[in-house]
């Protein structure tokens, strides 16, 4: 099993609807979750930290963590051609004073005008 | 706060070549991540580095090190170039160890 698994992409949502990324990890004493933007040719770009189980809004986005369950997603409501990118799901492990973040391999969303 | 810098952008190389690359961290972070990004693999880690202490690295052979400095400035050198190595590389600092990483703007390398 991946250490980070994405469900496959691409996704296409037309304008303003709402876009679901989903990741699974196989960690379980993973403690952070992040979601990353990357547009094309760029760098990745943080948009959402999350370290607790439930829902965590900014904005159009919301991040949601089910430990148990070793899922978290990302919601993007009234999703914008500007959301079209690859969003990537990133997991960070501690131990002790180390620390590993490890990314699934991406999802690419496109938002049809 | 100035971000995360690298330089430099773009390099061409051939293989049998080493090569350098430069990674500023955000003032005040003392952690840096270097990432290898291809297409079908995605972001993979290559090591992280904090006070100057390699804390982490990931499972890349051996020709491929770094190192950081007391100012927190990290670079990290492949040795023996070998075409595979064409990659986008991506180095990322943070505060602390669960905090986000914070991501440079990566050295395109090419390898002929």
């Known amino acids: 099993q991946k250490e980070v698994e994405q469900n496959s992409g691409p996704l296409s949502v037309p304008e303003g609807a709402i876009a679901s990324l989903n990741c699974t990890y196989s960690?379980?004493?993973?403690?952070?979750f992040f979601w990353y933007r990357q547009y094309s040719g760029k760098s990745p770009e943080l948009i959402m930290s999350?370290?607790?189980?439930g829902d965590k809004e900014d904005g159009r986005f919301t991040a949601q963590l089910n430990k148990a369950s070793q899922y978290v997603s990302l919601l993007i409501r009234d999703s914008q051609p500007s959301d079209s990118a690859t969003y990537l799901c990133?997991?960070?492990?501690?131990?002790?004073?180390?620390?590993?973040?490890?990314f699934g391999k991406g999802i690419t969303l496109s938002v049809r005008p | 706060k100035a971000g995360v810098t690298q330089t430099p952008r773009y390099l061409i190389k051939t293989r049998g070549q080493q090569v350098t690359l430069s990674c500023s961290p955000i003032?005040?972070?003392?952690?840096v991540s270097w990432y290898q990004q291809t297409p079908g693999q995605g972001l993979q880690f290559l090591f992280e580095?904090?006070?100057?202490?390699?804390?982490n690295k990931g499972n890349f052979p051996g020709r491929f090190s770094g190192r950081q400095f007391s100012n927190s400035r990290s670079e990290m050198n492949v040795s023996t170039l070998e075409l595979g190595d064409s990659a986008l590389y991506l180095c990322?600092?943070?505060?602390?160890?669960?905090?986000?990483?914070?991501f440079g703007n990566g050295t395109r390398l090419t390898v002929t």
């Open positions: 990322a600092s943070s505060e602390f160890s669960n905090s986000p990483l914070h």
């Open positions: 960690d379980r004493v993973s403690q952070s």
């Open positions: 999350i370290y607790s189980n």
């Open positions: 990133a997991v960070n492990r501690i131990t002790g004073a180390n620390s590993k973040l490890t």
């Open positions: 003032s005040g972070h003392r952690s």
């Open positions: 580095y904090f006070s100057e202490t390699q804390r």
